[in-house]
């Protein structure tokens, strides 16, 4: 069970380092260049609210992924690997006197349960998989920040206005 939770530390670590590099690859620089016409003030305020969305949609893909991990039990499935590795090692002459043919017979049983039941395992993470992947295209193209782009224009029209009127 140990070497278990620690793949699945590492799976979930390696998919937490891959979603921040993703969603940080958008820099301070970034929004000065976008934006070559907003005042300091402006594109400070862009940037911060750019940070705030990005923690927000890494936070939900985090849950996301452990939702996801949790319904297909992914730990469960990396203790049953290592538990048939472990089943592997063992001498089974040693521990029962059966007969070859039987063991083969019992081996070969469980070796074709597992495979299904890993396959059937693979299976729903691929079509995970296929999710996150057409989520992360839409988050990647810009899709869905319509609402964004919404408030953007608002708060420039609203700053306009401030700036008019603070100079009457």
Known sequence: MATAAGRYSNLDRSFKLAARSLLTAFSRKHVNEAFPSFTDAEKERLYQMFIYVIKSLHGNIEEEFQKFCDEIEVA?????????VEEQNLDLLSADKTSIEDIKER???QKRDEIEHLKGLLEKTEERNKIMKARVEHLKEGVGFDDTRDALKKLKQWNSACQSYNEH
Request: proline share 0%; hydrophobic share 40%; aromatic share 8%.
């Open 107 to 109: 081996i070969s049983k």
């Open 76 to 84: 469960t499935a990396l203790d049953k690997v290592d538990q048939f």
